[in-house]
């Protein structure tokens, strides 16, 4: 699991009940369905006629990354290189098949294979940057999806303010209906803030985050291959790798 996502949205939701706890508030006050309704369905409406349903789709899957999937670490692809790299220089590029069967990560996979298969270096950098430009755009759009929702949010939760307030003014006769459309007003403003800023706004921020980590990582993918197919020695290789993640800012 992430810690540090799952740690961050209950203090930032315990935080604003709290807050209103020790204000002399009742928890039933900030617990309103229709304010909920009103808030929450509109945003997704918002955003799903904003986004074609395979995004959405995409992006409810994405998080598993902010909550479960830690961020890889990048350390035991760097001794995995070193080892790739002492088989190349004892036996050729071809030793490695047997090796590439076993890889995992279908992104290294695919660079060790065509790095196995003797293509041009700068071809192989060429095609392998091509596939990072493709998978950070597909990543970016996904993260757009909580970011759009964040947007749409606060303006649905003053929408819902405003129901609130015509069902008010409506019932001004009707003391006994004041108080629901009053308490409907005010928390659909705060489902609306609260969840752009204590959620869709983080989890948007958190996938970028994660992105850029993991471009990073995939830069030192490259390199590593690279550095294999132009017979780098091992150790040469492991300290050039470890450079180039501190250079990045990259860690475990």
Do not use: W
Not at 121 to 150: P, S
Not at 227 to 248: A, C, H, M
């Amino acid at each position: 699991m992430n810690p540090a996502s799952i740690i961050g949205l209950v203090i930032g939701v315990a935080a604003v009940i709290g807050g209103n706890l020790l204000e002399g508030g009742r928890l039933s006050s900030v617990f309103q369905p229709t304010a909920a309704f009103i808030v929450f369905g509109g945003t997704f409406g918002a955003t799903l006629l904003s986004f074609p349903l395979r995004d959405i789709l995409k992006a409810v899957a994405s998080l598993r990354d902010v909550f479960l999937d830690p961020r890889p670490d990048p350390v035991p692809y760097i001794e995995e290189f070193v080892r790739y790299c002492g088989i190349a220089r004892r036996s050729g590029l071809i030793a490695l098949e047997m090796e590439i069967s076993r890889i995992g990560d279908p992104f290294l996979k695919k660079a060790m294979t065509l790095a196995a298969d003797h293509m041009n270096i700068k071809l192989l950098r060429e095609t392998m940057e091509q596939e990072n430009m493709t998978y950070e755009t597909e990543k970016r759009r996904i993260a757009r999806v909580f970011e759009t929702a964040g947007g749409f949010a606060p303006t649905v939760g003053i929408l819902g303010a405003v129901l609130g307030l015509i069902h008010v003014m409506e019932n001004l006769t009707d003391p006994s209906k004041l108080g629901a459309g009053i308490a409907v007003a005010f928390v659909a403003t705060i489902y609306g803030v609260g969840s752009a800023n204590l959620v869709l706004l983080p989890i948007s921020k958190k996938l970028i985050n994660r992105l850029s980590f993991e471009l990073s990582v995939r830069e030192m993918l490259i390199e590593g291959v690279v550095g294999i197919q132009t017979g780098l020695n091992p150790y040469y290789l492991r300290e050039k790798l470890k450079v180039f993640l501190e250079e990045k800012g990259v860690s475990g």
